[in-house]
Every structure is written in structure tokens, then in C-alpha cells.
């Protein structure tokens, strides 16, 4: 190579772990329905909102990448027909996560209408469980990258209610908050996915139960900076990521400051060459391209949320 273009080499700027991410994300997006006959939720869902969030904080996104799950994604009615017929076609998840995909797209102006938001709210309001909860997995387990999980189901449903209509949805909301109030919080992935759903509610309970997540959280970081689903296991991506964007709606301290930037920092350092992660499964150590989209979408969320 000539001096020159090994000066112009060593000038390059090399592209961000978000910027890594959407051109692994992108790709997967637009090609998933095409060559698996399927909208799935992890790929047209999950991976599509953090697409949303990418080109909203200024990363080049293509709009081919987006605009066939948009277009998709705009039509609640056709969600049922959503292909992938199989065991792991969950009907109700799907639901969850394709509704807050549209809160998303109408948030940030990829969906202009309304109407669409509004059917995703009265499909998300009747899955609420009687407790005030939404099921979205075994409750034995720390929820998934894909799957969710009962804690994530329900504050990311309370966002979509609130965005589709908050004033007519005051009491399945109110039940959510209630439930999330009392929700059991004994390991990392449940106190991060109560967290991110109280965000700043300053009532009692609120402070309280968010305390007692914040202390799991601190207890829970390991020594690389990231977490677990559990105190003293290995950390994954998923469950760093959770960490993050749940301290990331909180009002910063310096505390929760420090603790994003080692997150952050321990986030970026795990990414692959291919600008993916590896994929969050329960229990550990599993290959899952589902598993992998999903968990690539959280941790570019993540990032975003944090930079």
C-alpha cells in the first residue's frame, strides 16, 4: 500500500458499536419476512424499534430496511397471520411486541396515522392478566432478549397504553402500577424490568420498591461491569442492557452515572466482529439467530439510550 493511502487508512474514523449494529440489524430486518415467510417479533419488532431509535439519533438507517415492516406493522389486524406456525409462534407475545413497535413508529413520525396505535392498545389492553399484570413467558425464569419475560411485558404495555391512550386506559394502567409495585424482586432481570416500568413515579410504593431494585442492581454488577440475570453469574448482554436503559430514565446521580459508564463501556467491549452480540439465552451458552437479532436490538437501545 502506498504511504498515502496508508495515511488516509490511519486517518479513517472507525464506525461506533451503533453505528456496527445497524448495519447487522438493517440487513436482518428487511430480509427476515422475505426469505422466512414470517414477521416475527424479535426481527420486525424488537430490532425495527431499535432501527427507529438509531435513525432518530441520527445514524443512517435505510429506509428500505424499514419501510416494508413498517408498512406491516401499521396493519393490527393482519398481525394474527404473522407466519412461523410452530410452537414458538406465542400469538399474545407477539401482540405485546408488535404494539410497542408501533407506539414507537408513531412516537417518532415512521407511522403518521394514529389509527394503528389505537387498535395496538385495545389488543394489548385485553391480554392483561387479572392481577394487572401481562404474561409473556415462564415465570420461572429471568424473562429473554425475544421473550420478554412477565416483568419487561408489563412495563413495556403500560408505555404502549399510555402512548395509544392514557386517559381511556387510567385503570388497566393503574392496575399495571400496582402490580409492579408489589412485584417480586429477587434477581437482576426482575429489578431492572420493574425499574425501567416506574421510571420517576415519585409515590410511596414507587420509591420504595425502586430502591429495593437499585440495590439488587448494585450488588448485582460484576466486576467487568455488566450483570447477569443473577448476582455472582457470568454477565450477559441482555441483562446489561436492561441495567442500562432502566438507570438511563432515572434522574442521574453520580452513582448511577458511574455505574452506566462501566455498563456502557462493558457493553461495547462484548460486541462481535459482525457488529452483533452474542445471543442472551436461558439457560446460558444456547445459539439462536431469534435469540441474537433480539439481543443485538436491546444492546443498540441500550447505547442509544446512554451515549
Given at each position: 500500500?502506498?504511504?498515502?493511502?496508508?495515511?488516509?487508512?490511519?486517518?479513517?474514523?472507525?464506525?461506533?458499536?451503533?453505528?456496527r449494529a445497524v448495519a447487522a440489524l438493517a440487513?436482518?430486518?428487511?430480509?427476515?419476512?422475505?426469505?422466512?415467510?414470517c414477521s416475527s417479533c424479535h426481527h420486525n419488532a424488537d430490532a425495527t424499534r431499535a432501527l427507529y431509535r438509531a435513525a432518530a439519533a441520527g445514524l443512517k438507517v435505510s429506509d428500505d430496511a424499514l419501510?416494508?415492516?413498517?408498512?406491516?406493522?401499521?396493519?393490527?389486524?393482519?398481525?394474527?397471520?404473522?407466519?412461523?406456525e410452530g410452537p414458538f409462534n406465542d400469538k399474545d407475545l407477539a401482540t405485546l411486541q408488535f404494539a410497542h413497535a408501533v407506539a414507537v413508529a408513531v412516537e417518532l413520525g415512521r407511522v403518521k396515522e394514529r389509527a394503528p396505535l389505537v387498535e395496538a392498545g385495545k389488543r394489548v389492553a385485553a391480554l392483561q392478566q387479572a392481577d394487572g399484570s401481562w404474561k409473556a413467558?415462564?415465570?420461572?425464569?429471568?424473562?429473554?432478549?425475544?421473550?420478554?419475560?412477565?416483568?419487561?411485558?408489563t412495563s413495556l404495555a403500560i408505555r404502549t397504553l399510555r402512548a395509544a391512550d392514557a386517559a381511556g386506559y387510567t385503570e388497566a394502567i393503574r392496575k399495571a402500577q400496582g402490580w409492579l409495585r408489589?412485584?417480586?424482586?429477587?434477581?437482576?432481570?426482575?429489578?431492572?424490568?420493574?425499574?425501567?416500568?416506574?421510571?420517576?413515579?415519585?409515590?410511596?410504593?414507587?420509591?420504595?420498591?425502586?430502591?429495593?431494585?437499585?440495590?439488587?442492581?448494585?450488588?448485582?454488577?460484576?466486576?467487568?461491569?455488566?450483570?447477569g440475570p443473577y448476582a455472582r453469574v457470568?454477565?450477559?448482554?441482555?441483562?446489561?442492557?436492561?441495567?442500562?436503559?432502566?438507570l438511563a430514565g432515572l434522574e442521574p446521580t453520580d452513582d448511577r452515572r458511574a455505574m452506566i459508564r462501566r455498563g456502557r463501556a462493558a457493553l461495547a467491549s462484548w460486541q462481535e466482529e459482525d457488529g452483533t452480540w452474542k445471543p442472551t439465552t436461558r439457560p446460558a451458552g444456547a445459539e439462536s439467530n431469534a435469540q441474537r437479532t433480539a439481543t443485538t436490538a436491546w444492546a443498540l437501545q441500550a447505547l442509544l439510550a446512554t451515549r
Open positions: 500500500m502506498s504511504p498515502l493511502l496508508l495515511l488516509i487508512a490511519s486517518l479513517a474514523v472507525p464506525p461506533t458499536p451503533e453505528e440487513p436482518a430486518v428487511q430480509a427476515w419476512r422475505t426469505e422466512n415467510r419501510a416494508e415492516t413498517t408498512a406491516w406493522l401499521a396493519k393490527p389486524a393482519g398481525w394474527a397471520n404473522n407466519g412461523g413467558d415462564d415465570d420461572e425464569t429471568p424473562g429473554t432478549p425475544a421473550t420478554h419475560g412477565r416483568p419487561l411485558a408489589k412485584a417480586k424482586v429477587e434477581n437482576v432481570y426482575q429489578a431492572a424490568a420493574v425499574l425501567l416500568g416506574l421510571g420517576r413515579d415519585d409515590d410511596e410504593p414507587a420509591r420504595k420498591q425502586r430502591e429495593v431494585c437499585l440495590e439488587v442492581i448494585r450488588s448485582g454488577e460484576a466486576r467487568d461491569g455488566g450483570w457470568p454477565t450477559e448482554p441482555f441483562d446489561t442492557a436492561l441495567v442500562l436503559l432502566a
